[in-house]
């Protein structure tokens, strides 16, 4: 766990939000796959890896109120912060490695964009997957955006694991039920393109009458 927190550390460390390949000026796609759940404006959300994404500025300007931000990286979370300003003080903060993450409620909301493709140990994904189990509640959306097959095959000097979705529902089991995908070319502030795969899913949805 040291090493890898301190490679994100490094990675924010030297270079600002708008540097990262990663970095977007508007969260479309997750913000769209968001509304489309429907929940209320007071359900609780949570971003993993959410870093420097204004994903959650996003939020709050569409009236969600119980917000979660979890990362790994203290910098990343601090320069959120410092760009939220006052707004900030409306947010919950969490530092720390996913897949050590102890939810201490469940979420109606589960978003990931872009950590879970980094876990290529497969005792990596089990933790994550147990954490999102513990963390999600029953009928709860799990939203989660991973490099698509025929992408990148390594990010920020890592290597990462493509998916679609018949491979991520291998890996999620059939506690969770696939409702909408989306594909997206992400471009990297250098101007490159990264294929992206969105899914949709539901946690023990209801059995259809």
């Known amino acids: 766990m040291f ?10 460390q030297q270079k600002s939000p708008l540097e990262v390949s990663w ?31 204004v994903l959650v500025d996003y939020l709050l300007q569409s009236g969600y109120r119980d917000l979660t931000v979890l990362d790994i990286s203290a910098i990343a979370l601090a320069k959120s912060k410092q760009r939220l ?29 872009a950590v879970f493709h980094f876990l290529t140990e497969q005792s990596d994904r089990n933790k994550y997957i147990d954490r999102l189990k513990s963390g999600l509640c029953k009928g709860g959306h799990l939203i989660i ?17 493509q998916y679609n979705a018949e491979k991520i529902q291998l890996e999620l089991g059939t506690d969770f039920a696939l409702v909408n995908e989306k594909s997206d070319i992400h471009i990297t502030p250098s101007q490159q393109e990264q294929k992206f795969a969105y899914f949709h899913f539901i946690k023990d949805p209801k059995p259809s009458l």
């Open 145 to 161: 955006a991973t490099f698509a097959i025929g992408g990148a095959q390594r990010c920020s000097g890592l290597e990462i694991v």
């Open 23 to 53: 970095y977007q000026k508007e969260p479309k796609l997750s913000l769209e796959m968001i509304l489309s759940t429907e929940v209320a404006e007071d359900t609780a959300i949570i971003d993993v890896g959410g870093g420097t994404s």
């Open 85 to 113: 300003g006052k707004l900030a003080d409306q947010i919950h903060w969490v530092e720390t490695d996913v897949t050590r993450f102890k939810p201490p409620r469940q979420y109606s909301v589960w978003h990931d964009r």
């Open 3 to 12: 090493e890898i927190k301190l490679h994100w550390q490094n990675v924010y």
